[in-house]
């Protein structure tokens, strides 16, 4: 069973930064493409930011670009996501995903094998 922890939430003031970290454990995370998810109150569950297995692509939606970078580190199977400049906007439960699905991270949008338990971030103004 693979499993998916999130860490590095909290709250920040507005142009802060923050960065968030994802642990996988029960099977090697080269398996799996890999994004981090937002999900604001009322709204649906967006994708922020995604890479290949081996970390070679990536791909940010239009309103992080510039400001947040993914990463990942396949020996400590563990995921980044470093948030710069941040923004009001961006205050959300960002959830880490592992996917085992073969077609370009690009075409990315919804859906996941496995899923994280949520981490909050706040942006305060």
């Known amino acids: 069973q693979v499993q998916l922890v999130e860490s590095g939430g909290g709250l920040v003031q507005t142009g802060g930064s923050l960065r968030l970290s994802c642990v996988t454990s029960?099977?090697?995370?080269?398996?799996?493409?890999m994004a981090w998810f937002r999900q604001a109150p009322g709204k649906e569950r967006d994708i922020v930011a995604a890479?290949?297995?081996?970390?070679?692509?990536?791909y940010y939606a239009d309103s992080v670009k510039g400001r947040f970078t993914i990463s990942r580190d396949n020996s400590k199977n563990t995921m980044y996501l470093q948030m710069n400049s941040l923004k009001p906007e961006d205050t959300a439960v960002y959830f880490c995903?592992?996917?085992?699905?073969?077609?370009?991270?690009?075409?990315?949008?919804?859906?996941?094998?496995?899923w994280g338990q949520g981490t909050q971030v706040t942006v305060s103004s």
């Open positions: 995903a592992a996917d085992s699905r073969l077609p370009p991270i690009t075409t990315w949008r919804t859906g996941s094998d496995y």
């Open positions: 029960g099977r090697s995370s080269i398996n799996y493409r």
């Open positions: 890479i290949s297995r081996n970390g070679g692509a990536t």
